[in-house]
């Protein structure tokens, strides 16, 4: 089965602090993903990337940045965090080459509260 | 721009009992893909049941089955024989080539509860 892992479940952090949310998948997938889930939103993307050192925007990049250094790691950051980031973050992956009929792997999610 | 409507925020179902959750989607594509999704407590996000737009045939997933109706733009789930375990959060989703590859549009959500 393919793993993607969050390093962390909870986090809090203090408004300004800079924010690293990591994300690793086992299975050599091309395609990563950031999104965020807030109630009654759903999840919204952040960002997305299809290969190493590749990014793009998603429908909420604002506040947000992203490193993809190797394949199988994802790292969102928070240059500074502020309080409207406090929400749930999910990181997914999907197999390469089968374009918008793939399914998306999902970690477990990282809450992140900003104080 | 393509957007996913799911208009029931909470459902409940007798443990039994079947329950059909209610998804609607804008779009002026003719080509695409749908899917419901599963978040269960644990917050692991699984993929319940996809469909492909291009097939009239409705996709069946043991006891979760969906009700496409490309016309009206409808995708909804029907759960039959509801378990404990079917508790979660339920998205629905949207794909389509066109507007990016793997860009995928999410509904809000439905929480269904199942009563023992």
């Known amino acids: 089965d393919v793993k993607v892992t969050q390093s962390s479940r909870y986090l809090v952090k203090r408004t300004g602090e800079k924010v690293f949310l990591e994300c690793v998948q086992d299975m050599d997938h091309e395609n990563m993903f950031w999104y965020r889930q807030d109630p009654g939103l759903g999840l919204r993307l952040i960002y997305f990337s299809y290969d190493v050192k590749m990014k793009e925007k998603g429908d909420i990049p604002e506040g947000y940045s992203v490193s993809r250094e190797k394949k199988e790691r994802f790292s969102l950051i928070l240059e500074s965090a502020s309080t409207n980031q406090t929400s749930m973050y999910l990181c997914?992956?999907?197999?390469?080459?089968?374009?918008?009929?793939?399914?998306?792997?999902f970690g477990n999610g990282t809450r992140l509260t900003v104080t | 721009a393509q957007t996913v409507t799911q208009s029931q925020p909470e459902m409940s179902v007798q443990e039994a009992e079947t329950v059909t959750l209610s998804c609607t989607y804008d779009?002026?594509?003719?080509?695409?893909?749908l899917f419901w999704y599963k978040q269960p407590p644990s917050r692991q996000m699984i993929l319940v049941i996809r469909?492909?737009?291009?097939?009239?045939q409705n996709a069946t997933e043991n006891r979760f089955s969906v009700n496409f109706q490309k016309a009206a733009k409808s995708f909804s789930l029907k759960i039959s024989d509801s378990q404990l375990g079917d508790a979660a959060m339920y998205f629905c989703a949207y794909s389509c080539l066109r507007v990016n590859n793997n860009d995928m549009r999410f509904g809000a959500g439905t929480r269904l509860t199942v009563k023992p």
């Open positions: 779009t002026s594509e003719s080509d695409y893909y």
């Open positions: 469909q492909e737009a291009y097939k009239q």
């Open positions: 997914a992956s999907s197999i390469p080459g089968q374009g918008y009929n793939s399914p998306l792997h």
